[in-house]
T-cell receptor, first 114, second 115 residues
Framework: SQQGEEDPQALSIQEGENATMNCSYKTSINNLQWYRQNSGRGLVHLILIRSNEREKHSGRLRVTLDTSKKSSSLLITASRAADTASYFCATDAGIYNQGGKLIFGQGTELSVKP | DVKVTQSSRYLVKRTGEKVFLECVQD?????MFWYRQDPGLGLRLIYF?????MKEKGDIPEGYSVSREKKERFSLILESASTNQTSMYLC?????WGSGRYEQYFGPGTRLTVT
């Protein structure tokens, strides 16, 4: 089952611009994560935000979480061509999650043109 | 750094063959996962394991089985490969839920083609 839905599905911007991707989910969560995937490769963890946090920063990444709207956004500032990748949000499966199971969205494909 | 390795990057098999995909992690993680990734469908969980010899079905277990005899190794088995199992297969691992560390570490993926 897909918990996270991402918007937009694809985004094309110029180098130096900011890129914003959104994720919505359906059930209560403990935390939400964002991952990046370069073409044909595995996913790489970028950042985690807990349900009691509203905003988190890591370098050029800024993540916000609105639990009342069940939504999150990932902002990449001053984008570079090397940021071209697919970005996925992932939520945990609920209040008890022994296996550490995550539910991934379908991803946003970001293209940054030099 | 955590390293998750998968036995093959590319694999071509014939319909009906038994296929083994191997995954090894070197960071003593309790949890291991197998996903498949298809265009437009995102990542779908096939099976996961939170301990040696423990396994649980994910969202799409049909046609697959798994084995976890050692903590570092998690194998995905296609008992009789079919063309609709052509996909990218991703393995991941993570620490146990109680550790407070929830991020998953992924292998590079195996692109399996069944002809």
């Amino acid at each position: 089952s897909q918990q996270g839905e991402e918007d937009p599905q694809a985004l094309s911007i110029q180098e130096g611009e900011n890129a914003t991707m959104n994720c919505s989910y359906k059930t209560s969560i403990n935390n939400l994560q964002w991952y990046r995937q370069n073409s044909g490769r595995g996913l790489v963890h970028l950042i985690l935000i807990r349900s009691n946090e509203r905003e988190k920063h890591s370098g050029r990444l800024r993540v916000t979480l609105d639990t009342s709207k069940k939504s999150s956004s990932l902002l990449i500032t001053a984008s570079r061509a090397a940021d071209t990748a697919s970005y996925f949000c992932a939520t945990d499966a609920g209040i008890y999650n022994q296996g550490g199971k995550l539910i991934f969205g379908q991803g946003t494909e970001l293209s940054v043109k030099p | 750094d955590v390293k998750v390795t998968q036995s093959s990057r590319y694999l071509v098999k014939r319909t009906g063959e038994k296929v083994f995909l191997e995954c090894v992690q070197d960071m003593d993680h309790e949890n291991m996962f197998w996903y498949r990734q298809d265009p437009g469908l995102g990542l779908r969980l096939i099976y996961f394991s939170y301990d040696v010899k423990m396994k649980e079905k994910g969202d799409i277990p049909e046609g697959y089985s798994v084995s976890r005899e050692k903590k570092e190794r998690f194998s995905l088995i296609l008992e009789s490969a079919s063309t609709n199992q052509t996909s990218m297969y991703l393995c991941a691992s993570s620490l146990w839920w109680g550790s407070g560390r929830y991020e998953q570490y992924f292998g590079p993926g195996t692109r399996l083609t069944v002809t």
